[in-house]
């Protein structure tokens, strides 16, 4: 009753929200219909609202070629819109307000013919758009050869950890998208997913700090969204991307895009190879401790990781438009990733006087496989000038097997050798529905609704043996089938509005979350389940005071989930190594915060902003210590609460014609309030400053980049030591500009460590760990057909769980 309660005074809100829609006020808008001389739409190009030459807004036509801007303040303004291969046109002046609504630009071609397309501009590497910054990856030198997690990594306001887990403007618990779709993984698998993708396949990736509503509710810091390459414009065209980097070890990709649209059919084809050799090198030292804090011994953990992963992706779709009002379209994805590893790790145990007292070495080879497939059905009406609908129907599957071959070896006269080995095989499959409809007033009002529905399952299972007596037996203290199965139903509705200089968005979200989890006995443990369901309601919105023509100030505020990772909840031991494991934890409970920003903004130039966010169940890391067995085990769980303070600014300015450079920095004070043993309340401050230039000599782009994060935490009981990078890259176009060649040197001075101290019931364990970062890249793009252009692909359904398969 209590839900059925939940959802009626939903719809209740939601009828309010279309009686207030129906009495909009007046406002300025208008809309710009973008078409070729043959009257056919053009979908992505960019439009710019220029007042006294100066870009006042930026914005991107839709898929019916049309641009529409809101919250015109009143004066005199031109619009100038450019798209690749076509001429560049500036609009007559129009004056606001006007009785005039909307108005017609056709495009020319500049020349059937690559070779004579003269370029007179340059997409810039980061933009602000909309609440959101929007990276354009090969507007970059520097992105040339990276990984997306690499990519990720220098991106401003985001850091990565050493555990996968990513932050955005200081906050953990980001959803990670591509293509406005979840990937549902998180942890180790996200890791792995990202840093097998090249950058290569990536037009654009949008950071969000404060989604809108028509996103799930999930991810308390905001989404990432990884916006694929894909080319809607007329005719057949594609690229051809080739690129080979040196490290410690080669690294290989290759990467192909292919389009083709006439008439009312547009095809498109992505296909990635990656071939990659990597290292990781992981010192660690762990000190223990007596109940009077005196060193009793200590264990000294030297692990050196090194293998190869390739990596195929391969996505392929068409959008057929029935009529200029309806399209319908569908896109199948799939992803195979092969991992080889040979770690070898020396585990020496020391006295408190650092006297050798044992040395065992462990040699492992793993052999892991990630394979992924979709299929997204979708279509698209546009009832009327001011109302349309959209349907989304996703299927995705998952296939992570992890094989891993344990040689323990005392070195002594009397030594000993282990065996044991572990099969860890888990299957994912997500079911996703959803449906959007807006409705636009003639006064700068619109309304939407959405709804969604997502059924997700997961089967895991943990085979674990040991070699005994000449022969291998099931280890039935480890060995564990994990079966979970989840359903999420939401609602929405977003109501836009403005007055005078005024300008609003108030959203409401209604979900509701079950799940059953089972896991499966065996000879030595009982079978056990447990249910769980809830519902909550999610609020945001923000409003935007227009001061003038240059300055805007925001107030955005809105509460979010974190919902645990499936595998987070599943019981069963992983191994790392004879005296590290990783086990799930079955009660622990959804994190929710308010997240809250004031926010001053001056053209495109300057961005300031204040944010403070509170987070209940807060998730962090627990460390376990057995001392009699010397194991140390790592858990998640609901430490308390945490409290963000942050203040953020973001510099674009172009001092001359061949400069242009991006500063961010991002300054949190942190509080972490947790229970593991004890009471106890830590806090931090830190500093994240990321800065890009870029240089233009004739035809020649160079670019010096870096980020350096002062001391920092995410979790109760990890404090994490400084770190950065700097990396420089240079572009130039070759072959009659049909051709671009690209150099890039990462990490020049090979300083980006993670490094870091964790804290658990006596003992305190010190961690340093290296990556193959040092790497030179030479890179070679062929562009065949008309000029390329990325596009924008209709979002899915199967959207914001992404971040929830986890750490098998």
């Known amino acids: 009753m209590t839900n059925f309660l939940k959802a009626a005074c939903f719809l209740a809100l939601q009828l309010l929200c279309v009686n207030v829609y129906s009495q909009a006020l007046t406002g300025n808008r208008f809309d710009i219909t973008i078409t070729d001389d043959k009257s056919q739409s053009i979908p992505g190009a960019t439009v710019k609202m220029l007042k006294d030459t100066i870009t006042v807004k930026t914005t991107v036509s839709n898929g019916n070629g049309i641009a529409g801007f809101t919250d015109i303040p009143d004066g005199t303004y031109t619009f100038k819109i450019s798209y690749t291969g076509f001429k560049v046109v500036i609009t007559k002046p129009y004056i606001f307000p006007s009785t005039t609504k909307s108005d017609k630009v056709v495009l020319q071609a500049e020349s059937t013919a690559l070779q004579e397309v003269s370029v007179t501009g340059r997409i810039p590497f980061a933009q602000q758009k909309n609440g959101k910054t929007v990276l354009n990856v090969d507007a970059s030198p520097t992105n040339t050869g990276l990984t997306v997690l690499e990519v990720l990594e220098k991106s401003p306001g985001v850091t990565v950890d050493r555990n996968g887990g990513i932050t955005l403007q200081g906050k953990a618990g980001v959803l990670v998208m591509i293509d406005d779709k979840p990937t549902y993984l998180s942890g180790a698998d996200l890791n792995n997913?990202?840093?097998?993708?090249?950058?290569?396949?990536?037009?654009?990736?949008e950071l969000m700090p404060n989604p809108p509503a028509k996103y799930d509710a999930a991810g308390n810091a905001g989404i990432i969204n990884i916006k694929t390459k894909k080319n809607k414009q007329q005719g057949f065209n594609g690229s051809v991307t080739t690129s080979a980097g040196y490290g410690v070890y080669p690294k290989n990709n290759n990467n192909l895009v292919l389009n083709y649209r006439t008439g009312k059919v547009n095809t498109f084809l992505n296909y990635n190879m990656t071939l990659v050799e990597y290292l990781t090198d992981i010192y660690a030292l762990r000190k223990?401790?007596?109940?009077?804090?005196?060193?009793?011994?200590?264990?000294?953990?030297?692990?050196?990781?090194?293998?190869?992963?390739?990596?195929?992706?391969?996505?392929?779709?068409?959008?057929?438009?029935?009529?200029?009002?309806?399209?319908?379209?569908?896109?199948?994805?799939g992803t195979a990733v092969k991992r080889r590893g040979n770690n070898k790790a020396t585990a020496t145990w020391l006295s408190q006087a650092g006297e050798v007292d044992s040395v065992i070495t462990t040699l492992n080879k793993s052999n892991s496989k990630f394979r992924n497939g979709s299929v997204n059905l979708s279509a698209r009406h546009a009832i009327s000038a001011t109302q349309d609908i959209a349907v989304d129907v996703d299927w995705l599957h998952y296939t992570i097997e992890s094989d891993q071959n344990f040689n323990n070896s005392l070195v002594a006269d009397d030594g000993y050798v282990e065996l044991s080995r572990g099969n860890i095989p888990t299957t994912i499959n997500i079911r996703s529905a959803k449906a959007d409809y807006s409705i636009k007033g003639k006064n700068d009002a619109v309304f939407q609704l959405g709804w969604k529905s997502s059924l997700n399952s997961t089967d895991n299972t943990a085979s674990y043996e040991n070699f005994t007596g000449g022969q291998w037996l099931t280890d039935y203290s480890k060995t564990n089938r994990f079966l979970y199965d989840e359903n999420i139903q939401a609602l929405y509705s977003t109501y836009e509005r403005k007055f005078g200089k005024l300008s609003l968005q108030a959203c409401?979200?209604?979900?509701?979350?079950?799940?059953?989890?089972?896991?499966?006995?065996?000879?030595?443990?009982?079978?056990?389940?447990?249910?769980?369901?809830?519902?909550?309601?999610?609020?945001?919105?923000?409003?935007?005071?227009?001061?003038?023509?240059?300055n805007s100030f925001t107030l955005t505020a809105g509460r979010r989930i974190d919902r645990p990772a499936f595998q987070n909840l599943n019981p069963f031991y992983f191994i790392i190594n004879k005296y590290t494991y990783q086990t799930g934890n079955p009660f622990i409970l959804p994190q929710f915060s308010w997240n809250f920003e004031v926010s001053h903004q001056f053209k495109e130039l300057l961005t300031t902003?204040?944010?403070?966010?509170?987070?209940?169940?807060?998730?962090?890391?627990?460390?376990?210590?057995?001392?009699?067995?010397?194991?140390?085990?790592?858990?998640?769980?609901?430490?308390?609460?945490?409290?963000?303070?942050?203040?953020?600014?973001?510099?674009?300015?172009?001092?001359?014609?061949?400069?242009?450079?991006?500063?961010?920095?991002?300054?949190?004070?942190?509080?972490?309030?947790?229970?593991?043993?004890?009471?106890?309340?830590?806090?931090?401050?830190?500093?994240?400053?990321?800065?890009?230039?870029?240089?233009?000599?004739?035809?020649?782009?160079?670019?010096?980049?870096?980020?350096?994060?002062?001391?920092?935490?995410?979790?109760?009981?990890?404090?994490?030591?400084?770190?950065?990078?700097?990396?420089?890259?240079?572009?130039?176009?070759?072959?009659?500009?049909?051709?671009?060649?690209?150099?890039?040197?990462?990490?020049?001075?090979?300083?980006?460590?993670?490094?870091?101290?964790?804290?658990?019931?006596n003992a305190t364990e010190y961690f340093k760990l290296m990556r193959d970062s040092r790497v030179f890249t030479l890179s070679f793009t062929y562009r065949f057909g008309k000029s390329f252009k990325t596009g924008k692909r209709t979002s899915g359904s199967a959207a914001d769980e992404m971040e929830r398969v986890g750490n098998g």
């Open 193 to 205: 997913l990202l840093g097998s993708m090249n950058s290569a396949q990536v037009a654009q990736i």
């Open 288 to 333: 223990y401790y007596d109940a009077d804090n005196n060193l009793t011994s200590m264990l000294d953990q030297p692990t050196y990781f090194s293998g190869v992963f390739i990596n195929n992706t391969v996505k392929t779709g068409l959008d057929y438009y029935v009529t200029p009002k309806t399209t319908i379209g569908f896109v199948l994805g």
């Open 508 to 550: 409401l979200r209604y979900e509701h979350t079950g799940y059953n989890a089972h896991q499966l006995g065996n000879a030595m443990q009982k079978d056990s389940a447990f249910t769980r369901t809830y519902s909550n309601l999610f609020p945001s919105g923000y409003v935007t005071y227009q001061a003038d023509s240059v």
């Open 609 to 761: 902003t204040v944010s403070y966010s509170n987070i209940n169940n807060y998730f962090s890391q627990i460390f376990l210590a057995d001392e009699a067995k010397g194991v140390l085990l790592y858990t998640q769980g609901n430490v308390g609460s945490a409290h963000n303070i942050g203040v953020s600014t973001s510099v674009n300015l172009s001092p001359f014609k061949w400069w242009t450079f991006m500063t961010q920095a991002v300054y949190n004070y942190k509080q972490l309030k947790g229970f593991n043993g004890n009471n106890f309340t830590t806090d931090i401050n830190q500093l994240n400053v990321n800065s890009t230039s870029q240089f233009m000599f004739g035809r020649y782009t160079a670019e010096l980049s870096g980020f350096y994060t002062t001391r920092a935490r995410n979790d109760v009981q990890e404090l994490l030591y400084p770190t950065g990078q700097v990396s420089v890259g240079l572009s130039a176009p070759i072959l009659n500009k049909k051709g671009t060649l690209k150099f890039s040197a990462r990490d020049l001075f090979y300083t980006n460590a993670m490094e870091g101290l964790t804290s658990f019931p």
